[in-house]
Nanobody
Framework: QVRLVESGGGLVQAGGSLRLSCAAS????????MGWYRQAPEKTRELVAA???????TYADSVKGRFTISRDNPKNTVYLQMNSLRPEDTAVYYC???????????WGQGTQVTVSS
């Protein structure tokens, strides 16, 4: 099992910045890709950004140029630096880790990000 604990959400004005962190513990050797998803009210959960253990990056088109994902492998932690935030970025953000042996997804508890206009 892998446990993911997120931190760093909150309320910010449009144009502001936030940094999310997600620390993994447990059987971390099973993890390959880590990433962030978000879910706004009455919308489906969507990928925001992901990074593999080798450093390959993926971003949603809506956040390219504004958000940066990074990973500290020795600390088993992934970060999401969010700049130039917009009201449409408001959502619950979930940390995700993919099990490289079973393709099972692990999820954090979610952290609320609210961007006021």
């Amino acid at each position: 099992q892998v446990r993911l604990v997120e931190s760093g959400g909150g309320l910010v004005q449009a144009g502001g910045s936030l940094r999310l962190s997600c620390a993994a513990s447990g059987n971390v050797f099973r993890i390959n890709a880590m990433g962030w998803y978000r879910q706004a009210p009455e919308k489906t959960r969507e990928l925001v950004a992901a990074i593999t253990s080798g450093g390959t990056l993926t971003y949603a088109d809506s956040v390219k140029g504004r958000f940066t994902i990074s990973r500290d492998n020795p600390k088993n932690t992934v970060y999401l630096q969010m700049n130039s935030l917009r009201p449409e970025d408001t959502a619950v953000y979930y940390c995700n880790a993919r099990d490289q042996y079973s393709d099972l997804d692990y999820w954090g508890q979610g952290t609320q990000v609210t961007v006021s206009s």
